[in-house]
């Protein structure tokens, strides 16, 4: 199993140079996010997750986790990790101070998000679920249910899950069918089966919140007719401790390809009690708060693999020794030359890298657009969350899709042993394939993007991030140092609100034209949106190197790598674009009996 340490140079290259973090925190008033208090934070979280959290990971995915009578059985030593997490205080972190918590910016807790599921993904379900079922609470939530429900959440006393989707309806929630039949005394009975509930039963807390969608008697056919439920597996008590237990139960867990550690649950609903979030059948409205949350973490997952396989890939490629260099021995005492000699092993650490630290400097920029989400106002406020409701997407499905293109890359450079269990590498491959599907498959984020994002805005949300990218390439011009990066990130700028203007032409010919650009567009997307974030660290790398610094080896590997993905990994951007060209003919043509065999 490769052995996790966090990256903290990097990450502090990126929160303090490239996204001036302490300046930010200032904008917003976080003044207890003082540069020593970060770093402490920083520190101590990469010290839990090397020394606690990473040597359980394997351990996770050999053991998986047990239903028995009494419940779920996690893994061993996850339970105690849970536990030394909430003495810490990590729970708490970002969550506000009328609720118990230390009122940290979202952004801040980002990072520890990063390395907890670097180290430990399967884990880190446990403890992630609860902060969408947080956001959800804090935005639509009684005060009487935050009160009951909120602060154990935040204390990390309580986890919560989010239960949506049925066996008969995967994505598309209109069709669900759990019911909520109300009581005289305010609460309502909801009956239903949902599935792929991550964290839905465990023995690491003494009650579990879920956050369940149903239909009240007589709602609106659709996503009009849902409404939003909270549903604790134990009804609090008069103290708000957890009492009798609720109808509610695991029916089995799923068998799955990967993230064994965590318990991922059919989730059975007899009639067990629950209390309305929010109005009356505007369910999807609200769980839109805990969705958005869930869909920033899950990008962080394909940034957590991508850094992961390449830590261990590296490492390997550095001992492994085979073949000689085809331009000379490099190692000629030995029998052979270490594989990183070789420019195919090169090339996929590269890509790795490449793909690791700039979805790194794009989830954090993202991040910090939420801080101004909830803690700006006006226009700022405004303008955030334009830009965020734009990057979402690309940052879910294309940070996943590169992330897991980075670990599959972290097999090959081990050869056959990447294949082998005891080495980690295909565990990372395995943990990861879920990410391209939960939260929304990449084709549904891809849809959300294009559709409804950029076309129903007329591209009003495509023109606030090309502006940025415009305005930063403007300022550039005429620095020798930055034309290899701002000449081609200039003219794709260009051309990307070129392409989008022909696929909205088509649509409004053929709307079928839209689901068959979507993906190649989301992608296209995404590598546009990578090169803008490598272009700004080289830019802060050249200025670190003009001042004079003795990291000189740091900011010219970051100005390698940005050369390695512009000349490599940005060309994609072409396929895409002559994919998208292509329009739909070629998908929608052939009849549905001839793809039979």
């Not at 506000?96 to 807790?109: K, R």
């Not at 029916?251 to 209390?275: L, P, Q, R, Y």
């Not at 958005?292 to 962080?300: D, E, F, K, L, M």
């Not at 590169?402 to 295909?426: D, P, R, S, T």
Request: include cysteine; charge should be negative.
């Amino acid at each position: 199993m490769p052995e996790f340490k966090a990256p903290l140079r990097d990450i502090k290259f990126v929160m303090n140079e490239v996204l001036d973090s302490e300046k930010h925190y200032q904008s917003i008033g976080a003044s207890d996010a003082s540069p020593d208090m970060v770093d402490a934070i920083i520190g101590e979280g990469a010290k839990f997750c090397e020394e606690v959290l990473a040597p359980l990971n394997q351990i996770g995915d050999q053991e998986g986790c047990t239903l028995t009578e009494d419940g779920v059985t996690t893994p061993k030593g996850f339970k105690e990790a849970y536990q030394q997490y909430v003495e810490g205080g990590w729970p708490s972190m970002n969550a506000p101070v009328e609720h118990g918590g230390q009122g940290l910016p979202e952004s801040l807790n980002i990072i520890l998000s990063e390395l907890i599921g670097t180290a430990n993904w399967s884990w880190g379900m446990y403890p992630g679920l609860s902060h969408g079922a947080r956001a959800t609470l804090e935005e639509h939530g009684t005060p009487e249910q935050q009160e009951t429900y909120l602060t154990k959440l935040v204390s990390g006393e309580w986890t919560g899950t989010m239960c949506l989707t049925e066996p008969q309806c995967g994505s598309d929630l209109g069709i669900l069918t759990t019911k909520a039949e109300p009581n005289a005394d305010g609460s309502y009975n909801i009956t239903g089966t949902k599935i792929f509930i991550s964290a839905g039963e465990h023995d690491m807390v003494d009650n579990i919140v879920h956050i369940v969608l149903a239909r009240l008697p007589g709602a609106p056919e659709g996503t009009k007719g849902i409404s939003l439920f909270i549903v604790p597996k134990h009804l609090p008590d008069a103290n708000g401790n957890a009492g009798e237990r609720n109808a509610v139960t695991c029916g089995s867990i799923e068998h799955k390809m990967g993230i064994h550690g965590n318990a991922t649950c059919v989730m059975n609903f007899d009639g067990a009690k629950g209390w309305l979030i929010g109005p009356e059948n505007k369910g999807l409205n609200c769980m839109f708060t805990f969705m958005n949350v869930a869909r920033i973490g899950t990008s962080i997952q394909g940034l957590a693999a991508a850094e992961g396989s390449f830590q261990g890939a590296l490492a390997y490629a550095k001992e492994r020794l085979a073949m000689r260099s085809l331009s000379g021995p490099k190692n000629p005492d030995g029998k052979a030359d270490p594989i990183i000699v070789h420019p195919d092993v090169r090339r996929m650490l590269l890509t790795q890298k490449a793909i690791a630290e700039g979805s790194r400097a794009m989830i954090y920029f993202a991040a910090q657009q939420a801080d101004l989400v909830q803690h700006g106002e006006g226009d700022v406020q405004k303008e955030a969350d334009d830009l965020l409701g734009f990057l979402t997407p690309i940052l879910k499905a294309f940070c996943t899709e590169a992330g897991y293109e980075a670990a599959n890359h972290g097999v090959q450079v081990f050869g056959g042993h990447g294949f082998i269990q005891e080495w980690g590498m295909e565990q990372i491959v395995r943990d990861t394939r879920i990410a391209l599907l939960y939260e929304g498959t990449t084709g549904i984020q891809a849809l959300d993007l294009l559709g409804r994002k950029i076309l129903m805005s007329q591209g009003a949300s495509l023109r606030n991030f090309t502006k940025i990218v415009h305005k930063f390439c403007q300022e550039h011009e005429g620095n020798d140092d930055m034309k290899a990066f701002i000449e081609p990130l200039a003219k794709l700028n260009k051309e990307w609100g070129d392409i989008t203007m022909k696929i909205g032409m088509t649509a409004m010919q053929n709307r079928d034209e839209v689901g068959a650009a979507s993906v190649d567009f989301l992608m296209y997307s995404g590598y546009i949106c990578l090169a803008y974030f490598w272009a700004r660290m080289v830019d802060t790398a050249n200025a670190k190197l003009a001042e004079g610094t003795s990291e000189q080896d740091f900011y010219k590997a970051k100005i390698q790598t940005a050369k390695f993905y512009f000349d490599r990994i940005l060309p994609r951007t072409a396929a895409h674009a002559q994919m998208i060209a292509a329009g739909g003919d070629s998908i929608m043509a052939m009849d549905e009996e001839h793809f039979a065999f």
